[in-house]
């Protein structure tokens, strides 16, 4: 099992920044990649940004050169540093954590609030 919590959520005005913090505990060894995914109301679920065991980071093109995914292994957590804000980018933002065993596994933070005023 991996628990996630997310912490850093928050209101600001378009234009400011905020930065997501996701500490990982339990079976950490069996992480492969970690990554921010989001949900506006009445929307689907999407990514964000991905960061995996190599360092190696992906995002989608909403967020790019605007958000930046970080990791600090020594703390098992992983940032979301979220630059230039819109009010597009409102959302509840959910860490997840996929996980190598017998199967691939997805676990899930419980999600934080993210508002942007315009």
Do not use: H
């Amino acid at each position: 099992q991996v628990q996630l919590v997310e912490s850093g959520g928050g209101s600001v005005q378009a234009g400011g920044s905020l930065r997501l913090s996701c500490a990982a505990s339990g079976r950490i060894s069996r992480i492969i990649a970690m990554g921010w995914y989001r949900q506006a109301p009445g929307r689907q679920r999407e990514l964000v940004a991905t960061i995996i065991s190599n360092g190696n980071t992906n995002y989608s093109d909403f967020v790019k050169g605007r958000f930046t995914i970080s990791r600090d292994n020594a703390k098992n957590t992983v940032y979301l540093q979220m630059n230039s804000l819109k009010p597009e980018d409102t959302a509840v933002y959910y860490c997840n954590a996929r996980a190598q065993g017998v199967a691939t596994y997805d676990y899930w933070g419980q999600g934080t609030q993210v508002t942007v005023s315009s």
